[in-house]
């Protein structure tokens, strides 16, 4: 009995196997799509409220709540005063390395451009880290 099986770089080919292996590999799909199901069916979904990025910020949209919108707007209003204090806190230097990396360079096309070594460059960024989060 010929079977289509897909290859690891994605390419489908027929197969010539015994009619118990096909049954076999038949049987685990249909396990494998059972429990796949059953997963999705027993995963509470996360409310939206309960939703964090990697910074620990809630991903949540307040736009119907018009208080909710007052404090996001207030706490914008805050991270954005903390963020100036940041960058004024920067030296020249640094703070042409953080718009350059702004730009959308990276550390090595930056330290490049500095004709700096890639360490030197990294161990200035993590300076600049470290200031931002007294601030943040």
């Known amino acids: 009995m010929k079977i289509k099986y897909k290859m690891a770089d994605g390419e489908m080919v027929d197969v010539e196997v015994t009619e118990e292996v096909a049954q076999s590999l038949k049987e685990m799909e249909r396990e494998?799509?059972?429990?796949?199901?059953?997963?999705?069916?027993?995963?509470?979904?996360?409310?939206?409220?309960?939703?964090?990025?990697?910074?620990?910020?809630?991903?949540?949209?307040?736009?119907?709540?018009?208080?909710?919108?007052?404090?996001?707007?207030?706490?914008?209003?805050?991270?954005?005063?903390?963020?100036?204090?940041?960058?004024?806190?920067?030296?020249?230097?640094?703070l042409e390395l953080v718009k350059l990396l702004k730009n959308g360079k990276s550390i090595s096309e930056i330290a490049r451009?500095?004709?700096?070594?890639?360490?030197?460059?990294?161990?200035?960024?993590?300076?600049?880290r470290k200031k931002f989060k007294e601030f943040l």
């Open 32 to 94: 494998e799509w059972r429990q796949s199901k059953q997963i999705e069916r027993n995963v509470m979904p996360i409310s939206l409220t309960q939703m964090e990025d990697e910074n620990g910020y809630q991903l949540v949209d307040y736009a119907s709540d018009p208080l909710e919108q007052m404090i996001a707007k207030e706490n914008q209003a805050e991270r954005r005063a903390k963020i100036v204090k940041a960058l004024k806190s920067l030296t020249p230097v640094q």
């Open 113 to 128: 451009l500095q004709g700096k070594h890639y360490s030197v460059i990294a161990d200035t960024f993590e300076l600049i």
